[in-house]
């Protein structure tokens, strides 16, 4: 037996040893004919590379393989540069007569949902926020709603956006197939299904701290980068008013934090209510998603725990169109949004509190995410600071400072062109000459 044993050993051995020659010879081959290098030149005639610093004239962004490499003074040609390789492929995007800034961010978006200004909604989504996944045909059929409104958001000039809330599995599987280059469309960071307070269906709901444990987790084996949860009503339901109470208790939502945490994973509360606001940055969210009714004492809890407000103010176009037919206690809500929100979000931002914007596209049309910043402007904010929230803040509340946010060397080219400087005028970011998303052009001015 022993000598069998090594009868086969010996073989085995020969075998690899005339193998192995072999295996290391393609390897080394596989090495030497590595992809050449991908090198794209950016000639900006301005350069806001740092929202909240000062912008630059006549630079050239080099972007090696999707990452940026240098940014060097004037406009440099592919003989000035130090590529790695005779065989770089080397191209040029010419941008010199436009006002060049980072790509932009928005971190409240359902890309799935198409409710647009006129309220009309795609087959499948029900009352949006509240229905749980019905069908497999649901899903699918979303999905492709999906992929449409993700390329109109790429399109409007926002390379990265926080995905909070949909139904099923269609938005992961959109994230990972963007991720993988086999769709286009911005980078996303999605939840899953929103937890509620609700029966414990497995599809988000949950009404105790164990339960919401459970739903929690169900959401990050689902694939979800962030947990959202709905601290208080829908501000378009009559409970969604000043004085209401949160629809979670205090142990619930500090387990559903808590559980975030063993992954890594930050919790977006949807709050109206001041009282929902407060119990929810208290517990330890890092975002509150609309916040319409913020107040001092949130302003102070929301400083101390790091918290972000994401204002969602484009809503208000839809309470503007809605409100002519609304009547009783609606009415009353609805104008009271209008005259709060905007006001509470310059508090919020007078007192310390960061803002990283947030459009609700979905609920407002997507593709339109810049109106945002508009509203951020007319109700007090300058575009300087407009562009910081959906940029610097918004790559801070995603927890991707060293990655994305800005235009510096070792991060992902990212990087949008318009006609003139939004500092002087926001409004110019609605039409988008040119977008670049990871070193590549999604769009070149025509």
Same mark, same amino acid.
């Given at each position: 037996?022993?000598?069998?044993?090594?009868?086969?050993?010996? &073989?085995?051995?020969?075998?690899?040893?005339?193998?192995?020659?072999?295996?290391?010879a393609?390897?080394?081959?596989?090495?030497?004919?590595? +992809?050449?290098?991908?090198y794209?030149?950016?000639?900006?005639?301005?350069?806001?590379?740092?929202?909240?610093e000062?912008?630059?004239?006549?630079?050239?962004? &080099?972007v090696?393989?999707?990452?940026?490499?240098e @940014?060097?003074d004037?406009?440099?040609s592919? !003989?000035?540069?130090?590529?790695?390789s005779?065989? #770089?492929v080397?191209?040029t $995007?010419?941008?010199?007569?436009?006002?060049?800034l980072?790509?932009?961010m928005?971190?409240? @978006?359902?890309l799935?949902?198409?409710?647009g200004?006129?309220?009309?909604?795609s087959?499948?989504i029900?009352?949006?926020?509240?229905q749980?996944?019905k069908?497999?045909?649901d899903?699918?059929?979303?999905?492709?709603t999906?992929?449409?409104?993700a390329q109109?958001?790429?399109?409007?000039?926002?390379?990265?956006?926080?995905?909070v809330?949909?139904? *099923?599995w269609?938005?992961?599987a959109?994230r990972?197939a963007?991720n !993988?280059g086999?769709?286009?469309?911005?980078?996303?960071?999605t939840?899953?299904?929103t937890i509620r307070?609700?029966a414990?269906?497995g599809a988000g709901?949950c009404?105790s701290?164990?339960?919401?444990?459970?739903?929690?987790?169900a959401?990050i084996d689902?694939g #979800?980068d962030?947990?959202?949860?709905? +601290?208080?009503?829908?501000?378009?339901?009559p409970c *969604?008013?000043?004085?209401?109470?949160?629809?979670?208790l205090?142990?619930?939502?500090?387990?559903?934090?808590?559980?975030?945490?063993?992954r890594?994973?930050?919790?977006?509360?949807?709050?109206?209510?001041?009282? *929902?606001?407060?119990?929810?940055?208290?517990?330890?969210v890092?975002?509150?998603?609309?916040g319409?009714?913020? !107040?001092?004492?949130?302003?102070?809890?929301?400083?101390?725990?790091?918290?972000f $407000?994401?204002?969602?103010?484009s809503?208000?176009?839809n309470?503007?169109?809605?409100? &002519?037919?609304?009547?009783?206690?609606?009415?009353e809500i609805m104008?009271?949004?209008?005259?709060?929100?905007?006001?509470?979000m310059?508090?919020?931002h007078?007192a310390?509190?960061k803002?990283?914007a947030?459009s !609700? #596209?979905?609920?407002?049309k997507?593709?339109?995410?810049?109106r945002e910043?508009?509203?951020y @402007?007319?109700?007090?904010?300058?575009?300087?600071?407009?562009i @910081?929230?959906?940029?610097?803040?918004?790559a801070?509340?995603?927890g991707?400072?060293?990655?994305?946010?800005?235009?510096?060397?070792g991060?992902?080219a990212?990087?949008?062109?318009?006609?003139?400087?939004?500092?002087e005028?926001?409004?110019?970011?609605?039409? &988008?000459d040119a977008?670049?998303?990871?070193?590549?052009?999604?769009v070149?001015?025509?």
């Amino acid at each position: 037996m022993i000598s069998e044993i090594m009868r086969k050993t010996a &073989v085995v051995s020969t075998a690899l040893a005339i193998a192995l020659p072999g295996a290391v010879a393609a390897f080394a081959d596989a090495e030497e004919t590595k +992809a050449p290098s991908e090198y794209l030149l950016v000639h900006a005639g301005s350069l806001l590379a740092v929202p909240g610093e000062a912008a630059v004239e006549q630079v050239t962004i &080099v972007v090696r393989d999707g990452i940026i490499h240098e @940014v060097l003074d004037g406009f440099v040609s592919r !003989d000035e540069v130090d590529v790695d390789s005779d065989e #770089a492929v080397v191209d040029t $995007l010419d941008l010199s007569d436009y006002f060049v800034l980072p790509g932009l961010m928005d971190m409240h @978006v359902h890309l799935s949902f198409e409710f647009g200004v006129d309220g009309q909604r795609s087959h499948g989504i029900g009352d949006g926020y509240a229905q749980q996944y019905k069908s497999a045909k649901d899903d699918v059929y979303n999905f492709a709603t999906a992929i449409s409104n993700a390329q109109k958001t790429l399109h409007a000039g926002y390379t990265t956006v926080r995905n909070v809330g949909s139904e *099923g599995w269609h938005i992961t599987a959109l994230r990972d197939a963007i991720n !993988d280059g086999n769709l286009s469309g911005p980078r996303i960071f999605t939840a899953a299904h929103t937890i509620r307070v609700g029966a414990d269906d497995g599809a988000g709901s949950c009404a105790s701290v164990d339960s919401c444990r459970r739903a929690t987790r169900a959401q990050i084996d689902m694939g #979800a980068d962030v947990i959202k949860v709905y +601290a208080t009503c829908s501000g378009s339901k009559p409970c *969604g008013y000043q004085s209401a109470p949160s629809v979670f208790l205090e142990d619930e939502l500090r387990a559903i934090v808590e559980t975030a945490a063993t992954r890594d994973i930050r919790v977006a509360a949807h709050a109206h209510g001041t009282k *929902g606001i407060n119990l929810a940055a208290s517990a330890g969210v890092a975002s509150i998603e609309h916040g319409s009714y913020n !107040d001092e004492q949130s302003h102070k809890i929301m400083k101390r725990n790091g918290v972000f $407000l994401v204002p969602t103010l484009s809503v208000q176009d839809n309470i503007h169109e809605d409100i &002519v037919g609304a009547e009783g206690k609606m009415l009353e809500i609805m104008q009271a949004f209008l005259d709060n929100h905007g006001p509470r979000m310059l508090a919020a931002h007078k007192a310390g509190v960061k803002i990283a914007a947030g459009s !609700d #596209a979905g609920v407002t049309k997507h593709g339109n995410n810049a109106r945002e910043l508009e509203f951020y @402007v007319e109700n007090g904010l300058t575009p300087e600071e407009a562009i @910081v929230a959906a940029t610097v803040h918004a790559a801070e509340l995603l927890g991707m400072s060293d990655r994305i946010g800005t235009i510096e060397v070792g991060k992902a080219a990212d990087l949008i062109a318009v006609s003139s400087s939004p500092l002087e005028n926001i409004s110019v970011l609605k039409n &988008v000459d040119a977008v670049v998303k990871d070193g590549a052009v999604v769009v070149a001015p025509q």
